[in-house]
């Protein structure tokens, strides 16, 4: 039987298992709260699809595998991390009830650390063919594409990341970017240059077309209006990302621009309930998120340890 049906009391919940949950769990421990770390998916976060990890201080490059092997395998040695393991809702109160596909927990204090997933085109084919020519991850699905027609859409450092790493895979890679000049790091862009991948400015993907799976993308340059198909046998997409906030906003967090408002420490509009990491904005990068997971957490230990909070039993 876990804590859990044991009726366990938590002092901090935290939802998410990317760096800014792991790191949250550390701090929260090593403070002498008694927390557990949720994940739906696996522990590590989007960090495990990056190809090479270069900003990362005290690793000059890292596979993005391996960094999250060390954060998860560092944080599992002060908190439980259960993964695979789904929230479906939170029930408020004094005491948070935090309802998930298998047990509910109760816990003094929540934290999100929920991230962000990959934001869609919302065009003609892209539900169709997800998973039968159309990606969000190179890294994941990549391999199936060695030598094979693919088209990169986005002009940010995941874009870019995206379409140098399937270049190094063999594929003939386009590039479609709806502005004239990219987003991405300026190593990254003199990388595509050298390495000659076609990048098509201005353009925006109206459709993707195909049969059993991807055949061709419609492409129309938004200055000219001109409309182009491109044979390919695979569309990645890399346009941003879509913070996860159902579940805070379902509680009654404040939401602004899409992200959790937060303040300098992580704390929200709502008492006892937090967030960090990519969910609430800013760079958006795993050190800040690491960071933010430490400030979250110390600030629960701070909110909790107040004289005038009054533990139930």
């Given at each position: 039987?876990s804590?859990a049906?044991?009726?366990?009391?938590?002092?901090?919940?935290?939802?998410?298992?990317?760096?800014?949950?792991?790191?949250?769990?550390?701090?929260?421990?090593?403070?002498?709260?008694?927390?557990?770390?949720?994940?739906?998916?696996?522990?590590?976060?989007?960090?495990?699809?990056?190809?090479?990890?270069?900003?990362?201080?005290?690793?000059?490059?890292?596979a993005?595998?391996?960094?999250?092997?060390?954060?998860?395998?560092?944080?599992?040695?002060?908190?439980?991390?259960?993964?695979?393991?789904?929230?479906?809702?939170?029930?408020?109160?004094e005491?948070?009830?935090v309802v998930?596909?298998?047990?509910r927990?109760?816990?003094?204090?929540?934290?999100?650390?929920?991230?962000?997933?990959?934001?869609?085109?919302?065009?003609?084919?892209?539900?169709?063919?997800?998973?039968?020519?159309?990606?969000?991850?190179?890294?994941?699905?990549?391999?199936?594409?060695?030598?094979?027609?693919?088209?990169?859409?986005?002009?940010?450092n995941?874009?870019?990341?995206?379409?140098?790493?399937?270049?190094?895979?063999?594929?003939?890679?386009?590039?479609?970017?709806?502005?004239d000049?990219?987003?991405?790091?300026?190593?990254?862009?003199?990388?595509?240059?050298?390495?000659?991948?076609?990048?098509?400015?201005?353009?925006?993907?109206?459709?993707?077309?195909?049969?059993?799976?991807?055949?061709?993308?419609?492409?129309?340059?938004?200055?000219?209006?001109a409309?182009?198909?491109?044979?390919?046998?695979?569309?990645?997409?890399a346009?941003?990302?879509?913070?996860?906030?159902?579940?805070?906003a379902?509680?009654?967090?404040e939401i602004?621009?899409?992200f959790?408002?937060?303040d300098?420490?992580?704390?929200?509009?709502?008492p006892?309930?937090?967030?960090?990491?990519?969910v609430?904005?800013?760079?958006?990068?795993?050190?800040?998120?690491?960071?933010?997971g430490?400030?979250?957490?110390?600030?629960?230990?701070?909110?909790l340890?107040?004289?005038?909070?009054?533990?139930?039993?």
């Amino acid at each position: 039987m876990s804590e859990a049906e044991k009726g366990t009391l938590f002092d901090l919940l935290i939802i998410g298992a990317g760096p800014a949950g792991l790191a949250a769990g550390i701090y929260a421990a090593r403070s002498g709260l008694k927390a557990v770390v949720l994940d739906k998916g696996a522990a590590g976060g989007q960090v495990l699809l990056i190809p090479a990890v270069e900003n990362y201080p005290g690793f000059s490059k890292i596979a993005g595998w391996e960094l999250a092997e060390k954060l998860v395998a560092h944080a599992r040695g002060y908190v439980p991390i259960r993964e695979g393991e789904e929230v479906k809702a939170i029930d408020t109160g004094e005491v948070f009830e935090v309802v998930t596909d298998r047990e509910r927990y109760r816990t003094r204090a929540l934290l999100f650390a929920t991230g962000a997933g990959p934001r869609k085109l919302g065009v003609p084919g892209e539900s169709e063919f997800s998973g039968r020519g159309v990606s969000y991850c190179a890294v994941c699905d990549g391999f199936f594409f060695r030598n094979k027609r693919v088209v990169v859409v986005g002009g940010g450092n995941a874009a870019l990341t995206d379409a140098l790493y399937l270049k190094s895979l063999g594929c003939a890679v386009i590039l479609v970017h709806r502005r004239d000049t990219f987003r991405a790091e300026h190593h990254l862009q003199e990388a595509v240059r050298r390495e000659a991948i076609p990048v098509i400015y201005n353009s925006v993907v109206e459709a993707i077309r195909g049969d059993e799976a991807v055949t061709a993308v419609t492409v129309r340059n938004l200055k000219e209006g001109a409309v182009q198909e491109i044979p390919a046998d695979g569309v990645f997409i890399a346009v941003g990302e879509k913070p996860n906030t159902e579940l805070a906003a379902a509680i009654g967090v404040e939401i602004a621009a899409g992200f959790i408002v937060v303040d300098r420490a992580g704390r929200t509009n709502i008492p006892r309930v937090y967030a960090a990491g990519d969910v609430t904005g800013g760079v958006r990068q795993i050190v800040t998120a690491v960071s933010e997971g430490a400030t979250a957490a110390l600030a629960a230990f701070e909110d909790l340890a107040k004289p005038y909070w009054s533990s139930p039993s």
